[in-house]
């Protein structure tokens, strides 16, 4: 009840332009739907991550490496997706990827090599990239419309279907095969894709950034010397993205190992590892308009980095399973926010194609992690391989600080 009492409060809360328009309340609602939806599925893939190592017979290197084809496929679609938005619109973009990732959830489980693994990966990968670009362009147009910076509200949502889909996971891990989990969690998505796609197929976009800014200031200037000025502020918030994905990636992908491998936790404890930083990722975005209306979009992601980095060394380096699930709250806490400022301040510079830019440039980090976690913990271990995760966050502090008069666009 408390968990239907936040997912409530969170969808009431309501512009003045929503509460006038029932149009966006129902965009606002579709939208979400689908970012819940994406956490839900990735969620439900992660936790069962290590039984489909061991049953592909994967070591930590060639897992890494499979784990890699995820992040390639996503930055391989992200800048076509973006393209894609253009000339057939972000809400039949988000419908049609929707559908493509709950099918393609159903495949990693089939394989039985590696090498197996990482193909399929590559299309699951193509697919969640695609949706993330076409659901977040979606979004920047709606935050156009509101005038409010509401991002953090959808990426909550992202946060709490992570939370549940790694709960789920982590209840019936030890009864159902991988197979027959991923499976049902198809059929959820597809669902939710049939209910959600229809609301946004028969309501047309809002108004785009470029001619409605979504920090109600001036519009942005046009022509080659607005372009450059536009490519300069991309540029920082994908590397900001960039810094923070490696972490929330790497979180995803090698957390439950962690725990399991090197801490003696059991499946369920495991799975706990990932629903806890999933869970403290949902409080901190239900709070993150709130925050960036208070202190600004600089100082939120100043303060969110250095949290982060204090619980990513805890989480890495804790002797105890229980601690290092406390390191993940702190880390789910700080990371929470980065992400969804750095997207949407991209899109506001620059539509879908900032969008796109962004999000290629910031999974950047999640196609490095996989593969250099992998690696590292070979050579020295995966509690050491876990401390870049601390070091990246800490660099994204110091270039979010050196930068801030980039993002600074006053209170939205």
Known sequence: MPTLNKIRSALSWA???????PRLATLRLAITAFFAMDGFLFAGWVVRIPAIKEQTGASAGSLGLALLGVSAGAVAFMMLTGRLCRRFGSHAVTVWSGGAMALSIILPPLTGSATALGLVLLVFGAAYGSLNVAMNSAAVDLIGALRRPVMPSFHAAF?????VGAGLGGLIAGGLSPTVHLLLLAVIGLLVTAVAGRMLLTHPAPAAPEQ??????PERPRGPS???????????????ALCTAYGEGAMADWGALHLSQDLAAGPGLSAAGYAVFALAMTAGRLSGTAVVQRIGPARALVTGGTTATAGLLLGALAPA?????LGFAVAGLGLANIFPIAIARAGEAGGPGGVAAASTVGYGGMLLGPPA???LAEAFGLPAALTTLALLSAVAVLIAYATRGAHHTGRT
């Open 373 to 375: 976690i992998g690696f």
């Open 226 to 240: 607005g372009a450059g000025r536009t490519r300069r502020p991309v540029l920082v918030f994908g590397l900001i």
């Open 159 to 163: 946060s709490l279907g992570g939370m």
């Open 15 to 21: 512009s003045p332009q929503e509460s006038t328009d």
């Open 321 to 325: 399973a229980w601690a290092a699930c």
């Open 212 to 217: 409605l800014p979504a920090d109600g200031g």
